[in-house]
């Protein structure tokens, strides 16, 4: 028969090592997450998945492969929403003709929106729709509704693409089931500036798929995805692809920088780089303050009594971090200081690292 002692003993072992558990994951020393497409929003390379940063979360990503480079930024204040803007160069096209673009480039905005309608659940995929160049030009035109499902170190995507995404025209479109104007896509929009949306989900479609795979030790994520843009179609491409498969590597040196390296269509290098912020989390790294000593309370009083002593350690603390005393002011009540710095952009920082390396050295 237990004692109450034995018991107690019992109790406590259990409740101590269920506060000791800890996923595997955390002893990784890099984060392995859903990383960007090439548009910026949260995908493989050309097509988008289910997947978002978490709330709060701002992205800026840079992405090159001739003949396209993509800058984008990308913000989700919810969940459950995505929004990202978009700027692309077309570089194996002129802005217009010769006569007045001379060796100008095409240039083109975006807008694209992604909204995820279900979580992921045991048995149930995560579930997201979205816009791809909402109120474009339409050159990079699209809407989807994709699928993504976790199995261990893998992620599943799968599900159907329209406008650029649909170009493989690989399955009947299922919303002409609905209303046949689904049918008909308008792709020009001219200059852009309006909503299409009688041409959204309307059109070509296609099946999307994609796989990634993490490698959480080395902070890896591997991806590989079936192409369905088919970029020589619409002049992205001067070339028809040697391969409609693409496959990349997504390394995570840190929280805050994902690189990327993959090839594209058989032939086409791309290379891309991205920051990313939380807002709820101090996650994009900072210099931080240097250390300051207080002085005793014989060296302040020295210090109150030859102002020279004192301005000369205020001045050169000050240094140290990059800030210039233009002038200050030092009595039985208070400290004035002027203060410079052009190394940051705010003016809360200096402010308050001048006043904690000034109430080291002031007297109480």
Not at 100 to 125: A, C, H, M, V, W
Not at 189 to 207: I, R, V
Not at 212 to 236: A, F
Not at 301 to 313: C, H, I
């Amino acid at each position: 028969m237990f004692s109450f002692v034995r018991l107690r003993r019992i109790s406590l072992l259990l409740f101590f090592c269920n506060i000791s558990y800890a996923d595997i994951d955390d002893y990784f020393p890099y984060k392995v997450e859903p990383s960007p497409s090439n548009y910026g929003n949260t995908g493989i390379l050309e097509l988008p998945n289910a997947r978002f940063m978490s709330p709060a979360s701002l992205r800026l990503q840079y992405s090159s492969s001739y003949p396209i480079e993509f800058t984008s930024l990308t913000a989700t204040p919810f969940p459950w929403i995505e929004a990202t803007y978009r700027y692309a160069e077309l570089k194996n096209r002129k802005y217009g003709p010769i006569t007045y673009s001379g060796n100008q480039t095409l240039k083109d905005k975006g807008f694209d929106l992604k909204i995820g309608f279900l979580n992921e659940r045991d048995s149930f995929p995560a579930v997201a729709i979205g816009l791809r160049d909402v109120a474009g030009t339409g050159l990079f035109s699209s809407e989807y509704l994709v699928f993504t499902k976790r199995f261990g170190n893998f992620d599943i995507s799968s599900g159907l693409g329209w406008g650029l995404l649909g170009t493989a025209n690989n399955i009947h479109n299922p919303l002409k089931g609905i209303d046949n104007s689904f049918g008909n896509r308008n792709a020009d929009q001219g200059q852009g500036g309006e909503f299409s949306a009688k041409s959204w989900f309307s059109g070509d479609t296609s099946l999307l798929g994609g796989i990634e795979y993490d490698i959480k030790r080395y902070g890896v994520r591997l991806k590989l995805e079936y192409d369905t843009s088919k970029p020589h179609l619409n002049g992205r491409s001067n070339a028809k692809p040697s391969s409609n498969l693409n496959f990349g590597v997504n390394y995570y040196p840190y929280d805050w920088l994902t690189l990327f390296a993959g090839l594209e269509r058989g032939s086409e290098f791309r290379f891309s780089f991205s920051i990313k912020g939380n807002f709820y989390k101090d996650t994009l790294p900072k210099p931080k303050p240097k250390n300051v000593v207080k002085l005793n309370k014989d060296l302040q009083k020295r210090a109150f009594e030859n102002k020279e002593t004192f301005y000369r350690s205020l001045n050169r603390s000050l240094r140290d971090e990059s800030i210039f005393l233009q002038a200050a002011s030092y009595d039985d009540e208070k400290l004035e200081m002027s203060i410079a710095s052009s190394k940051y952009f705010s003016t809360t920082r200096p402010i308050g690292r001048s006043a904690r390396i000034a109430s080291a050295l002031l007297s109480d």
